[in-house]
């Protein structure tokens, strides 16, 4: 029983991470800063692209508890903080479109528009990076941490096939399909940063809890 608890968590987890980091959500900006380039080079940027949300991801994962030990924050207190910011994020995710415009003009300013703003902070970001570390908070064994860091890896490499796989995927979804894919995976993430919030405030406040 207990391993098949272990495997939903861990199952949970993928999809949470996955669904906050969102390629799918980055393909009508990816498109765009890439039209001029070829096919090589498109491909370059994706790779670069999910390279950087890989390592950032790794990185958070593996300095994160280090980072709250150094200012004295409490791992529920994190948990909750980032369940927060989790919500806010799905919560854009369903009510809102994806800004590209602001994101084209961040592009604008960086030459190698893989790292940012593509992989940072449009994919990798405040609400992926937070959930990474709130995840590893859990349990700092380091079966833990090998999953959570294969998880990490499987985030990368599907990031990967959906940036490479971009101009088919957009013309099949269209810009309706890529919204509403958005809205759906925006509502599972503000379900998930519930269980997030609640989890962290019953271990502030134990009797809420009982």
């Known amino acids: 029983m207990d391993v098949v608890l272990d495997v939903t968590h861990y199952l949970k987890v993928f999809i949470a991470i996955f669904i906050l980091v969102n ?20 491909d370059r940027v994706a790779k670069r692209a999910a390279l950087g949300v890989t390592v950032i991801l790794l990185i958070s994962l593996a300095v994160g508890r280090l980072v709250l030990s150094l ?93 490479r796989l971009a101009e088919p995927v957009a013309r099949r979804m269209g810009a309706t399909g890529v919204e509403i894919s958005s809205r759906i995976m925006g509502l599972l993430v503000t379900a998930i940063a519930l269980e997030m919030i609640m989890s962290g405030v019953t271990k502030l406040l134990p009797a809420l809890g009982r």
């Open 23 to 42: 390629p799918f959500e980055g393909i009508p900006f990816f498109l765009s800063v890439t039209e001029p380039m070829t096919q090589e080079e498109r």
């Open 71 to 163: 200012f004295g924050i409490t791992t529920p207190a994190f948990q909750t903080a980032g369940g927060v910011i989790v919500f806010l994020i799905g919560l854009r995710m369903v009510l809102s479109s994806p800004d590209a415009d602001a994101a084209r003009a961040i592009a604008v300013a960086h030459r190698d528009i893989a790292i940012v703003p593509l992989a940072t902070p449009l994919l990798a970001g405040p609400g992926a990076i937070s959930s990474v570390i709130v995840y590893a908070s859990h349990s700092p064994g380091a079966m833990n941490y090998a999953l959570l860091a294969l998880i990490v890896l499987l985030v990368g490499v599907a990031t990967l096939l959906s940036l």
